[in-house]
């Protein structure tokens, strides 16, 4: 059960049904049955109502009158519009963490990229999204610049965990094309922060994001 101030606990069920709809527990498309659902989590309807409000209007759940609340389910186009605005804003943010990131920052990480560097097997699949969502939020955090922040924390909360646990080609397991990619990729990212180099970070921040979002778009059209 949940027992958080009520202000935290609507924050807190939404935090938990993120993480239901990202783990796959509850599909694409499926059904929320709100009532089952607040007695799983332990919370009264009230706040479960609140967290379900959220999730609409961060776009991960969609309401239709007179039919009730569903997992939001994504088409090829909106992948193509969501990884285009990913690699607009994240790109941006890399260039301005460029100059600002800390060295704490540099060395955390450096341990990141070696964690995900450890965890490139296929049952490892969920760990590894799971330590590269923190490892882009560590760079656009750097960023210091807080719209964007809020921005992609909000993009985000859809991609791109979300968006691969869209499609039964992607859900459980890594794409051939990122496991071999990923790595340099991540590391041309960390090689230009450690440089100070906006442009290069800018760069390959934006490669990164394209290529992610090309592979992805390729492998459901399969």
Same mark, same amino acid.
């Given at each position: 059960?949940?027992?958080?101030?009520?202000?935290?606990?609507?924050?807190?069920?939404?935090? %938990?049904?993120?993480?239901?709809?990202?783990?796959?527990?509850?599909?694409?498309?499926?059904?929320?049955?709100?009532?089952?659902? &607040?007695?799983?989590?332990?919370?009264?309807?009230?706040?479960?109502? $609140? *967290?379900?409000?959220?999730?609409?209007?961060?776009?991960?759940?969609?309401?239709? =009158?007179?039919?009730?609340?569903?997992?939001?389910?994504?088409?090829?186009?909106?992948?193509?519009?969501?990884?285009?605005?990913? &690699?607009?804003?994240?790109?941006?943010? *890399?260039? $301005? *963490?460029?100059?600002?990131?800390?060295?704490?920052?540099?060395?955390?990480?450096?341990?990141? $990229?070696?964690?995900?560097?450890?965890?490139?097997? =296929?049952?490892?699949?969920?760990?590894?999204?799971? /330590?590269?969502?923190?490892?882009?939020?560590? /760079?656009?955090?750097?960023?210091?610049?807080?719209?964007?922040?809020?921005?992609?924390?909000?993009?985000?909360?859809?991609? =791109?965990?979300?968006?691969?646990?869209?499609?039964?080609?992607? &859900?459980?397991?890594?794409? #051939?094309?990122?496991?071999?990619?990923?790595? #340099?990729?991540?590391?041309?990212?960390?090689?230009?922060?450690? *440089?100070? #180099? &906006?442009?290069?970070? $800018?760069?390959?921040?934006?490669?990164?994001?394209?290529?992610?979002? %090309?592979?992805?778009?390729?492998?459901?059209? %399969?």
């Amino acid at each position: 059960m949940l027992e958080q101030p009520y202000k935290q606990l609507n924050e807190q069920v939404a935090d %938990k049904l993120r993480e239901l709809i990202h783990d796959g527990k509850i599909k694409p498309g499926e059904w929320l049955r709100q009532e089952h659902l &607040a007695q799983a989590v332990g919370v009264s309807p009230t706040p479960f109502r $609140e *967290a379900i409000k959220a999730l609409v209007a961060e776009g991960i759940l969609e309401h239709l =009158p007179y039919r009730g609340v569903r997992v939001i389910q994504f088409s090829a186009q909106d992948i193509e519009d969501i990884y285009a605005v990913r &690699a607009y804003l994240e790109s941006r943010a *890399a260039g $301005e *963490a460029a100059q600002k990131i800390s060295a704490q920052e540099l060395t955390d990480l450096r341990a990141l $990229e070696a964690e995900l560097n450890n965890h490139l097997a =296929p049952e490892d699949i969920q760990h590894y999204r799971a /330590i590269n969502l923190r490892f882009h939020q560590s /760079i656009y955090n750097a960023s210091r610049r807080p719209y964007l922040v809020r921005s992609l924390n909000q993009l985000w909360a859809l991609s =791109p965990s979300m968006l691969w646990a869209n499609f039964a080609s992607t &859900a459980k397991r890594p794409l #051939d094309s990122r496991t071999a990619a990923d790595p #340099d990729e991540h590391h041309a990212i960390l090689a230009a922060l450690e *440089a100070h #180099d &906006a442009p290069a970070a $800018e760069k390959a921040m934006r490669q990164h994001i394209e290529a992610a979002g %090309k592979h992805l778009l390729e492998a459901i059209r %399969k």
